[in-house]
């Protein structure tokens, strides 16, 4: 794999984990209709939103050292 492919295919994933996070309450919520997870909720939305919000970050930093050694 070259490295414009990567880049795109980093790109690729970042709009892709963009599109999870925006619709992370929605996606959530049959989780929260389960009156056993009511206190859970919450903690996995925080986990989920940070867990997606590193791996965009670490797609950027990767995207970064590709562009510098182009």
């Known amino acids: ?3 414009e492919e990567a880049i ?3 790109e690729t994933s970042n709009q892709g ?3 999870i996070l925006d ?8 989780i929260r ?3 056993k997870l009511t ?3 919450d903690d996995l939305e925080t986990l989920f939103y940070a867990y997606l919000k590193t791996w965009m970050k670490s797609n ?3 995207i970064g050292i590709l562009k510098e050694k182009k």
């Not at 619709?23 to 049959?30: M, V």
């Open 39 to 41: 206190g859970m909720v």
């Open 1 to 3: 794999m070259g490295t």
């Open 23 to 30: 619709n992370l309450d929605e996606q959530l919520a049959a």
């Open 33 to 35: 209709a389960d009156p």
């Open 60 to 62: 950027n930093e990767i």
């Open 17 to 19: 984990l963009k599109v």
């Open 8 to 10: 795109k295919k980093l």
